[in-house]
């Protein structure tokens, strides 16, 4: 099983619904985040959470709101979604250490706004 | 603020050698890594320096440059299975703690 998941994979949606993307992990790490990728544009980060009841703004949150539920999951709405926001968005973990820190992404989900 | 470039695309041929760069100004520096992705899929972790010179992977390897805000992948041996993304990635302290990602290079291997 994959240790993290991404729920839908791929969702179809029109201008002004509020939508939500689920992330969870089985690896037991405090640390997890939401990123959408654009081409061109690489990974930008949108909310992370290094642990249950800290909650932190990324490079653009603007449009976006995020639920840390439980140590393993980790939610992202947009509230009214727009068309600018069709992009893959992944979810990533990490686990805080003294040395290096990876992050592991989960599969994505694609997302379209008509 | 931060700024991470990488070439937009590279071709090589199947067997050879290709060095892929990345450049970075970043608000402080905990770590370069590097990331492989393949059309439509999640990144996966290639690589890791921290401090300057040379490690490596087996096919891979990867080198940092502190003073000059500079790294590079090297790919040997080259397959078609190594067609994909390669992202260059960078822990910023003042950032958070967090990861600023260069736009990534996509490489296609050539027969």
């Known amino acids: 099983d994959a240790d993290v998941t991404q729920t839908p994979r791929n969702r179809i949606t029109k201008t002004g619904k509020r939508i939500m993307l689920e992330c969870s992990q089985t690896k037991g790490h405090d640390r997890m985040y939401w990123y959408r990728q654009d081409p061109g544009l690489g990974l930008r980060l949108i909310y992370y959470?290094?642990?249950?009841?800290?909650?932190n703004k990324g490079e653009i949150s603007d449009g976006y709101s995020v639920s840390r539920q439980a140590q393993a999951k980790f939610s992202l709405s947009l509230e009214s979604a727009i068309p600018n926001q069709t992009a893959l968005y992944f979810c990533?973990?990490?686990?805080?250490?003294?040395?290096?820190?990876?992050?592991?992404f989960g599969p994505g989900t694609r997302l379209l706004v008509l | 603020g931060q700024n991470i470039d990488q070439p937009t695309e590279m071709t090589a041929t199947e067997g050879a050698i290709v060095q892929i760069n990345c450049t970075y100004q970043t608000s402080g520096f905990n770590g370069l890594f590097w990331y492989q992705q393949h059309a439509g899929e999640a990144p996966t972790f290639l690589s890791y320096n921290v401090l300057d010179g040379l490690e490596e992977k087996g096919r891979f390897s990867s080198f940092l440059s502190r003073s000059k805000g500079y790294s590079y992948l090297l790919l040997k041996e080259l397959q078609m299975k190594d067609s994909a993304s390669y992202l260059c990635?960078?822990?910023?302290?003042?950032?958070?703690?967090?990861?600023?990602f260069g736009p990534g290079t996509r490489l296609s291997v050539l027969p």
């Open positions: 959470s290094f642990d249950v009841k800290d909650i």
């Open positions: 990635a960078v822990r910023a302290p003042n950032y958070g703690q967090n990861f600023v």
């Open positions: 990533a973990t990490s686990e805080k250490t003294s040395g290096m820190e990876t992050q592991y």
